[in-house]
């Protein structure tokens, strides 16, 4: 596997469900990002990690939980979504240097479908 | 805060005719500007980037040309190809630090449609 894989790639769940996203990046990055695709809407940024550890929680509904174990990984744990909360989830990962022209590497997305 | 604004599209073209996508944007400093492509049932690709004034960005027979004076980045291409068609995303990062951290702000995205 080479760049930044996402699974599932499409996931349909009820409201009462709990399910989770998975993220993993093969670049050696220290940085790792979810980003939510809505239609016709500008990507949001909703949780950044660097170096396993949280630095920005873009006011994102708590039914949404990230965690990331290791500079590898990310999780995006869900339960109890809501229809609107319906979109493209995106992943992405960047070697964070201190400049600020770092390219963010972009998974394919989980297409998610809440009924 | 932050913003990117794109044209609105959907942009439909033919084969061979050139392309413009019209960026702007509002930032605090010096903000580095990019293009990022999403062609169908894929991630986002960084199409090119440009990191300080008058700096050009160029990959793929696409160009965009960072202009401080008028705040834009637009995306131009001479002679677009079916293989073209695809969502266009403009972006910023600031280069303030503290909840800024890694932060990207998209434009909408522009749909751009190449028929032969």
């Known amino acids: 596997e080479t760049g930044v894989t996402q699974t599932p790639r499409h996931l349909v769940m009820g409201m009462t469900n709990k399910k989770s996203l998975k993220c993993e990046q093969h670049l050696g990055h220290n940085a790792m990002y979810w980003y939510k695709q809505s239609a016709k809407k500008p990507l949001e940024l909703m949780f950044v990690y660097s170096l396993e550890e949280r630095v920005e929680n873009n006011s994102v509904p708590s039914r949404f939980s990230p965690e990331c174990p290791n500079s590898s990984h990310l999780f995006l744990h869900l339960h109890t979504l809501q229809p609107e909360d319906s979109a493209l989830y995106l992943c992405?990962?960047?070697?964070?240097?201190?400049?600020?022209?770092?390219?963010?590497?972009f998974g394919p997305g989980t297409r998610l479908l809440v009924l | 805060g932050d913003s990117v604004t794109q044209m609105e599209g959907p942009v439909t073209l033919s084969e061979e005719a050139f392309l413009t996508i019209n960026c702007t944007y509002t930032?605090?400093?010096?903000?580095?500007l990019f293009w990022y492509v999403q062609y169908p049932g894929e991630g986002l690709q960084l199409l090119l980037k440009?990191?300080?004034?008058?700096d050009k960005g160029s990959n793929k027979g696409f160009e965009a040309t960072y202009r401080k004076e008028t705040t834009s980045f637009h995306l131009e291409k001479g002679s677009v190809q079916v293989s073209d068609s695809a969502v266009y995303f403009c972006a910023l990062r600031g280069r303030a630090g503290g909840t800024s951290y890694g932060k990207l702000t998209f434009g909408q995205g522009t749909i751009l449609t190449v028929h032969p």
């Open positions: 440009a990191t300080k004034a008058d």
């Open positions: 992405a990962s960047s070697q964070e240097e201190g400049d600020p022209w770092e390219t963010q590497y």
């Open positions: 930032a605090t400093g010096y903000p580095s």
